[in-house]
């Protein structure tokens, strides 16, 4: 069963940081780009960033650069995202989902895992 699985949102002050974890079961997260979007309260969801399969190339948001860091576990099948000096705009859901090139349309997602930033 295809299935990704975020975790690692929660409760963090302004300026500290997190790091969630996108798990894949069922296929090799490898063969595929791997993207993390978030939805804040009443408002769209929006692409954050995406690492590709085929060579590792990265691409942020210009509203996460210098502060985000994608990255992935092969032997984990896993994908992650290192967030540092979060602010409230950085509150919502964060979802991971898959698809064969980082733009295109996506293929799988999870359900997501909430990151609240507040003092």
């Known amino acids: 069963q295809v299935q990704l699985v975020e975790s690692g949102g929660g409760l963090v002050q302004p300026g500290g940081s997190l790091r969630l974890s996108c798990a894949a079961s069922?296929?090799?997260?490898?063969?595929?780009?791997t993207g993390w979007f978030r939805q804040a309260p009443g408002k769209e969801r929006e692409g954050v960033s995406c690492?590709?399969?085929?060579?590792?190339?990265?691409y942020y948001a210009d509203f996460v650069k210098g502060r985000f860091t994608i990255s992935r576990d092969v032997a984990k099948n896993a994908v992650y995202l290192q967030m540092n000096s979060l602010n409230s705009e950085d509150t919502g859901i964060y979802y991971c989902g898959v698809t064969r090139v980082c733009g295109q349309e996506y293929d799988y997602w999870g359900r997501g895992t909430q990151v609240a930033v507040s003092s």
């Open positions: 069922g296929f090799t997260l490898d063969n595929y780009a």
């Open positions: 690492i590709s399969s085929s060579d590792g190339s990265t």
